[in-house]
T-cell receptor, first 112, second 117 residues
Framework: GDSVTQMEGPVTLSEEAFLTINCTYT??????LFWYVQYPGEGLQLLLK?????DKGSNKGFEATYRKETTSFHLEKGSVQVSDSAVYFC???????????FGKGTRLSVIA | GAVVSQHPSWVICKSGTSVKIECRSL??????MFWYRQFPKQSLMLMAT?????????EQGVEKDKFLINHASLTLSTLTVTSAHPEDSSFYIC?????????????FGNGTRLTVT
């Protein structure tokens, strides 16, 4: 079945460091890809998305590019802040009445 | 933007009682709602998919008699945890899909933290 694999956490970075969280997927076909963020004690918020190959999603300084050839959607940010500390989930979804398939999540802690 | 309201945000109940969680789409018609469960420091596991006016489809390993899902209208779905036990303590999150959403992201509620004592 379809699946998403994320790098294991936790990831601890100093403020202003460069962030990469790897995400690869396995799917039959070409799903849409998403990154969601979950701040402590809260629900999920959509961070960014890409719906087809070579699309780049971006939001709040985060970016991810849909790479069909490597089936990847790695999340990057050039300079993280303490407020970016959260759990990040990579997910895929096909159109229609289909749910999101989530990776296991990567916890990011940014220290001042 | 599309808003999904989930209520309550947290609940503490005694073992053996039942708890109902509501998920409402506030400004769109949710033809499909998905219920997820999240254990501490783990990912979201899909429990069931419900389409308005029909029975929910449960994922393997999810007890349908324990987790009752009702999707009686295009704006409301409910999850009832029946005869709750401490192992049912978890974070439950609903998400909704509208009629014209295609492959757009799903809209999520803020989740309900259930603690069974």
């Amino acid at each position: 079945g379809d699946s998403v694999t994320q790098m294991e956490g936790p990831v601890t970075l100093s403020e202003e460091a460069f962030l990469t969280i790897n995400c690869t997927y396995t799917a039959t076909g070409y799903p849409s890809l998403f990154w969601y963020v979950q701040y402590p004690g809260e629900g999920l918020q959509l961070l960014l998305k890409a719906t087809k190959a070579d699309d780049k999603g971006s939001n709040k300084g985060f970016e991810a590019t849909y790479r069909k050839e490597t089936t990847s959607f790695h999340l990057e940010k050039g300079s993280v802040q303490v407020s970016d500390s959260a759990v990040y989930f990579c997910a895929l979804r096909f159109s229609g009445n289909t749910p999101l398939v989530f990776g296991k999540g990567t916890r990011l802690s940014v220290i001042a | 933007g599309a808003v999904v309201s989930q209520h309550p945000s947290w609940v503490i109940c005694k073992s053996g009682t039942s708890v109902k969680i509501e998920c409402r789409s506030l400004d769109f018609q949710a033809t499909t709602m998905f219920w997820y469960r999240q254990f501490p420091k783990q990912s979201l596991m899909l429990m069931a998919t419900s389409n308005e006016g029909s029975k929910a489809t449960y994922e393997q390993g999810v007890e349908k008699d324990k987790f009752l899902i009702n999707h009686a209208s295009l704006t409301l779905s409910t999850l009832t945890v029946t005869s709750a036990h401490p192992e049912d303590s978890s974070f439950y999150i609903c998400s909704a899909r509208g009629l014209a959403d295609g492959n757009s992201p799903l809209h999520f509620g803020n989740g309900t933290r259930l603690t069974v004592t």
